[in-house]
């Protein structure tokens, strides 16, 4: 069974449907694409998943769970972690308090203590050296440049332990040494288990990485199958000319 | 002179300890309580009716009260805490969602505070309206000697506003202030990292609105007259003056708006020599150099005398 299922979701945004009936899966270990033009509803369909938006109609299940509606914390505690398009870094706290407070737990205990646990720390340390960025922990975020910030954004999600990670644009904006950063944590996190769903418009980079590849046009998914498949698919290449 | 400088001390630190409880709510989460008056007030009164004999023993047998209980100063300040903490959580509970915008917050906590200035001032019965709750007994003011009972009370708020400052200090430090401060600059982005943005919202306001009343409860004994005259829309500015002068979002901001607002401003200008109409001008003067401050403080200043910094974490002991 898929790690991830979406079946008949629909969101409207008053007379736009943004996600229009959309049913694909993601498979566990894989690294599913998804890919679109602009306004296909990529950004509305990983709302919905990670409880940002809650969709109008049908179902998402993960790991056979339903987790339809559910709020965004509650999601992230599944197992499942999210990064955004545009980077949603805290950018007056420093690049190591942007990783340590997903650790932080949710009850009022969390205003007991006053130091965060040596291990946390160590962990939060491991993950920015594993992205690069490990000497920078004590800057505040807003200093980091914008690939710098997806680098950090990536590190905070792998601190809540998630089976799924939804990267939007990972590669948007980014230079092509960091890109190449990226992509190479991607595949080494990959490797460990992790699956991941990710929007991308850079062809190579979902070429390369995926296993698996969404196509969404209009709201609605036209095809998913294998990169090379989805390559030679003539409709693939209509929805972005717009001719669908 | 002395006597000046108690009483400029003691209303330094009573700004301290409500700008702080703002602090708590604007400074570290980002919620705009355009209300804290109206918390202040709820402390003042639910502690001045608890302390209150019945009329029939102050001699203001006119007075109409929904309770006189005439229990000493420390029930007071505890049922104060308790009923402003139902207050908060119930307005808490209806307002504060992941996504309620920063406007929401503002409006409804300045709609509380008028309201609850309405209610005492319409509803005679609550807590005799306009004329207010007289005849308060000051906590061990039999023991003080009369005419030094200022000196007494200075030091017991100078103790609660070190409190309060190092209660603030510890939240921002803690794991759970980190997550407040997280909200205030990306509630999406911390309930997508797996926080209940709801709930730590409300928590927070409850902690402010609990600070406070806490201030409220402090005021009630010194003054020892409770009236509606007293809770004006200025303090709620004042409050703020202070909290965004002083620089929001560190425990120091407020400490250092109330030395400078409070004690510099306020209370320093009773220095110049001013007779007849110029002292009136003073007075009226005073409010304007505030404001004025507040304007150009917001506009160049916005981080406040004490900016606040992002903090470097210390690893916990082993």
Known sequence: MPLLQLRDVTKAYGGIIAVNGASFDVAEGEITALIGPNGAGKTTAFDTISGVVVPDSGAITFDGEDITGLMSHVITKHGLGRTFQITRELSDMTVLENMVVSTISNDLGSLLRSRIAADERDRAMELLAFVGIERLADEPAKSLSYGQRKLLEFAAVLMTEPRLILLDEPAGGVNPALLERIMDRIEEINRKGVSFLIVEHNMDVVMRLSHSVVVMAHGQVILQDTPQVVREDHRVLDAYLGDV | ?318
């Open chain 2, 1 to 318: 002179m002395i006597d000046f400088l108690v009483t400029a001390g003691i209303l330094v630190a009573f700004f301290v300890i409500l700008a702080s409880g703002l602090n708590l709510q604007w400074g570290l989460t980002g919620l705009a309580n355009l209300g804290p008056v109206g918390f202040f007030a709820l402390g003042s009164y639910v502690s001045g009716l608890v302390m209150i004999p019945p009329p029939e023993v102050t001699g203001f047998v006119t007075d109409t009260f929904v309770i006189s209980l005439g229990l000493p100063w420390p029930v007071g300040l505890v049922a104060a805490l308790i009923v402003t903490g139902v207050v908060a959580t119930v307005i808490g509970w209806m307002l504060l969602r992941t996504d309620t915008a920063p406007l929401f917050v503002a409006v409804i906590t300045l709609a509380f505070a008028e309201i609850f200035f309405l209610l005492i001032i319409t509803q005679k019965w609550l807590a005799n309206g306009f004329n207010g709750i007289r005849g308060i007994d000051r906590p061990l003011g039999n023991l003080v000697e009369f005419g030094t009972y200022e000196r007494f009370f200075l030091v017991v708020m100078v103790v609660a506003a070190a409190l309060v400052f190092w209660f603030v200090r510890h939240v921002e430090a803690s794991p759970y202030g980190r997550v407040l401060k997280g909200i205030r600059e990306d509630p999406a982005a911390v309930a997508a990292l797996g926080h209940d943005v709801r709930r730590f919202r409300i928590s927070a306001f409850v902690l402010g609105c609990l600070v406070l009343a806490l201030a409220g409860a402090l005021w009630t004994p010194f003054v020892t007259v409770v009236e509606p005259s007293a809770f004006g829309t200025e303090q709620t500015f004042l409050v703020w003056a202070v909290l965004i002068i002083g620089g929001a979002g560190n425990a120091w901001g407020p400490l250092v708006g109330g030395l400078v607002i409070i004690g510099l401003i306020q209370q320093g200008t009773r220095f110049l020599p001013a007779t007849g109409e110029i002292a009136e001008l003073t007075v009226r003067l005073r409010g304007v150099v505030i404001g004025l401050l507040f304007i150009l403080f917001l506009r160049f200043r916005p981080k406040g005398l004490v900016p606040e910094r992002a903090r470097r974490i210390l690893p916990e002991d082993p």
